[in-house]
């Protein structure tokens, strides 16, 4: 596609990073259990690694965890899917798992338009930021690579750690945010009016959140949290 482009669009193009198992990126230049040894420094100046990933235009592709049954989730998968709601355009997360099952496309796509149609997934699929307490607490029957028992608990620490540390460093510094068209009810209003009385949204200044059915329920939790 980028051979037949402008020259314009083939040098936008040119410019593109790859972020694979990106949280590795956080820690020391170790193996990964290493990473534990150094996870008190993690938050530290490394933050920044978030704008990367939590960023409007940073495509994000989700993946199934390969040992997910039975409907468990991945903790790390699970943070990565809550960040990827922050700020990104919903356009731009796409589910890979919607290329496994028996409802995977045939023939699997060939561009980069039919890769898009098949796995972006429904805006209304990102719900509202959570709390880091909420958060953590949804960690609990989670699965995480290769842990069980007390490294599962400390992994799964670890993986809260880096949602308030991505909660700080994407939504703490945004000023303008935008949630419009994500199918939100007075349930993911009162998220949201939560995050703005626990002041994780120090810096918002314009919030958009036309095309969603609120109601006046939901309008009634963000005034109170405005006011």
Not at 21 to 37: K, N, T, V, Y
Not at 105 to 132: K, M, N, Q, Y
Not at 140 to 155: H, I, K, L
Request: hydrophobic share 45%; proline share 7%.
């Amino acid at each position: 596609e980028a051979k037949d482009a402008s020259p314009r669009a083939t040098a936008a193009a040119a410019t593109l990073g790859v972020f694979w198992d990106f949280a590795a990126l956080l820690g020391p230049d170790s193996e990964s259990d290493g990473r534990r040894d150094g996870a008190s420094a993690w938050p530290l100046g490394r933050g920044g690694t978030w704008a990367w990933f939590a960023h409007a235009h940073t495509t994000v592709f989700l993946l199934p965890w390969p040992g997910e049954t039975g409907g468990q989730r991945c903790a790390w998968c699970a943070l990565e899917e809550e960040v990827a709601g922050y700020v990104t355009d919903p356009r731009r997360v796409l589910d890979l798992g919607q290329l496994c099952g028996p409802n995977a496309p045939i023939p699997p796509p060939a561009s980069r338009a039919a890769l898009v149609g098949a796995c972006v997934r429904p805006s209304e699929l990102l719900g509202a930021p959570t709390l880091p307490g909420a958060f953590e607490a949804s960690l609990g029957p989670m699965a995480v690579e290769g842990r069980a028992g007390a490294d599962a608990t400390s992994e799964r620490a670890l993986v809260a750690l880096q949602q308030r540390v991505a909660l700080s460093h994407t939504l703490g510094a945004a000023t303008q945010l935008s949630y419009a068209g994500r199918g939100w009810r007075p349930r993911e209003a009162a998220a949201l009016a939560e995050l703005v009385r626990s002041v994780a949204l120090r810096s918002l200044r314009w919030l958009c959140l036309g095309d969603n059915p609120l109601a006046d329920e939901g309008v009634a939790h963000l005034a109170r949290a405005f006011s």
